[in-house]
């Protein structure tokens, strides 16, 4: 999940666990919940509409700026949702690195560079608008094939990708199915 007990991933509380996934070059996949700050905020629509994209941000957020991506580089994370809000936000964020005491040591090679090196699934991510953020952030070869099965069904992303004219045929197929081989190869092992 992206945070426990209100905490995000990058949070000193969970170096421990950090330091030991980053030994093992662990693979890291984050699902969001529902913030516990803001469960009760009444907006007219479920929690999970939006609660959910601002939660993956928020970790996202939460490991750079604490310094965990830096501390642990072996560590592969992987962001639901096209990374939720964060293409959207790059510039404010872009904003606290440059003007934040001691950002240069937490994000030493750059917010940037970190973004393009996570992963990002398609589930709920797949639409135009977020793909063309997305690609100004991290290379298709970063982009992974989601659903949200059980919430929803593969059918949305394959129509989505489907209609969506910047991906080659070679790229559609390294998001279908040659990055997750690449990220994980004992999948294409049998």
């Given amino acids: 999940m992206t945070s426990y007990g209100g905490r995000y991933l990058g ?41 959910y994209a601002v939660d993956t941000t928020r970790t996202m957020a939460s490991l750079m700026f604490h310094g965990a991506v830096a501390r642990y580089p072996d ?23 440059n003007f934040t005491k001691g950002m240069k040591e937490k994000v030493p090679s750059g917010f940037r560079h970190e973004l393009a090196k996570f992963y990002y699934d398609m589930a709920q991510g797949n639409h135009p608008g ?16 989601g659903t949200d099965y059980p919430f929803r069904d593969g059918k949305e992303v394959n129509e989505a990708l489907a209609k969506y004219q910047r991906f080659t045929a070679v790229e559609h197929r390294a998001i279908d199915r040659d990055n997750a081989l690449r990220l994980l190869p004992l999948l294409g092992a049998n």
């Fill in 11 to 51: 949070d000193p509380m969970f170096w421990p666990v950090l330091e030991e996934l980053n030994r093992r070059k662990a693979v890291v996949y984050t699902h969001p919940l529902s913030p516990q700050c803001c469960g009760k905020i009444p907006s007219g629509v479920v929690g999970s509409t939006i609660g």
């Fill in 130 to 145: 977020a793909l063309d953020a997305l690609l100004h952030i991290a290379p298709v070869s970063q982009f992974l094939y």
């Fill in 75 to 97: 560590i592969k994370w992987i962001f639901s949702h096209s990374g939720g809000v964060t293409p959207f936000l790059v510039s404010r964020f872009e904003r606290e690195e």
